[in-house]
């Protein structure tokens, strides 16, 4: 079954410096998304990517997504200790989510 | 964005008893809701996926006799954690969506709290 890996597994990074966290996966996707945990806490959802796009914006993200190399790519810009967290990419198919093992963050101040 | 309200968030239980914990997507219909379970450390788990109205579609190695899903409204589904065990404690999520995203493929999904179970 497919899988969505991110990498690294964890950063930990200055605040003010920005952060990059990758994802690869195996199959054809409709799209991916990209979420964020707390810790102890549910998820928050960050940003949906379609299969046909190539770069979303969202405030300080940025989010690439290569089919041609399945993979995929958030950047957080002046990176802030709350960006503290965990953060999860899951690949979409048809219904369904995959998830990565997420990338768990942490920003020194 | 869509909220989901997901309680208890925490419980503690005696081993054998049964836990039941709620999901309500409170300014929308959802029609699927998901329910995962997260080890420390750990990515989700899903454990079953709920349609309003037919039964739980339970992912492999997940005993559904154990851990009973019921999503009679569009609003609300449970999981009732049965006859729990120390090995059940965990860190169980729910989220729910509204549909697929423009353009294909499974959309947001919006996430509660979660529910920390701890059987002693």
């Known amino acids: 079954s497919q899988q969505g890996e991110e990498d690294p597994q964890a950063l930990s990074i200055q605040e003010g410096e920005n952060a990059t966290m990758n994802c690869s996966y195996k199959?054809?996707?409709?799209?991916l998304q990209w979420y964020r945990q707390n810790s102890g806490r549910g998820l928050v959802h960050l940003i949906l990517?379609?299969?046909n796009e190539r770069e979303k914006h969202s405030g300080r993200l940025r989010v690439t997504l290569d089919t041609s190399k399945k993979s995929s790519s958030l950047l957080i810009t002046a990176s802030r200790a709350a960006d503290t967290a965990s953060y999860f990419c899951?690949?979409?198919?048809?219904?369904?989510?995959?998830w990565g093992a997420g990338t768990k963050l942490i920003i020194k101040p | 964005g869509a909220v989901v309200s997901q309680h208890p968030s925490w419980v503690i239980c005696k081993s054998g008893t049964s836990v039941k914990i709620e999901c309500r997507s409170l300014?929308?219909?959802?029609?699927?809701m998901f329910w995962y379970r997260q080890f420390p450390k750990q990515s989700l788990m899903l454990m079953a996926t709920s349609n309003e109205g037919s039964k739980a579609t339970y992912e492999q190695g997940v005993e559904k006799d154990k851990f009973l899903i019921n999503h009679a409204s569009l609003t609300l589904s449970t999981l009732t954690v049965t006859s729990a065990h120390p090995e059940d404690s965990s860190f169980y999520i729910c989220?729910?969506?509204?549909?697929?995203?423009?353009?294909?493929?499974?959309?947001?999904?919006?996430f509660g709290e979660g529910s920390r179970l701890t059987v002693l």
């Open positions: 990517i379609r299969s």
């Open positions: 199959t054809s996707i409709n799209n």
């Open positions: 989220s729910a969506t509204s549909g697929l995203a423009g353009g294909g493929g499974p959309g947001e999904l919006f």
């Open positions: 899951a690949t979409g198919i048809n219904y369904q989510l995959i």
């Open positions: 300014d929308f219909q959802a029609t699927t």
